[in-house]
């Protein structure tokens, strides 16, 4: 019987969905979330947002997480779907679905203890996750 060696580093694992938001006031500035202690790349700055739960719709994860993270409820019929794209961490492989977010009822707050910051013409905030840093250029266009 032959045994065949399997090289895991080949293996990729499936990605994981998250759905982003980026709440935009009519300003034009961007909200952005700081990653809390106790997840990976904690204190890395991000738009807010979470994983898809399964057989949950996409915008459906953006509704709940938005709640959960935030204690606001974004209009589903107003978050317009505006790019997606995968990104390949140590931790995991993700695959990113981003929504523009112009219509919502709250004030964000950060109900997981993260930092939350308004951000209008460049960023401030540092460190930024490293997914999110290709996205910035193309979102100051869209805005």
Not at 45 to 62: D, Q, R, Y
Not at 107 to 135: F, K, N, S
């Amino acid at each position: 019987m032959e045994s065949k060696l399997i090289n895991k580093s080949a293996i990729k694992p499936a990605p994981i969905d998250v759905a982003v938001g980026i709440l935009i006031k009519p300003t034009g500035e961007v909200l952005m979330a700081q990653r809390p202690v106790g997840k990976p790349y904690a204190g890395y700055w991000e738009f807010p947002g979470g994983k898809v739960e399964t057989n949950e719709a996409i915008l459906s994860a953006l509704v709940r997480e938005f709640q959960e993270e935030l204690g606001i409820e974004i209009n589903p019929d107003q978050a317009q779907p505006w790019c997606g794209c995968d990104y390949v961490y140590p931790h995991a492989h993700v695959r990113l679905h981003f929504y523009l977010c112009r219509d919502w009822h709250g004030e964000p707050r950060g109900l997981e203890g993260q930092q939350l910051a308004w951000q209008g013409g460049a960023i401030d905030v540092q460190p930024i996750l490293p997914a999110t840093i290709p996205l910035l250029e193309w979102l100051l266009q869209a805005c």
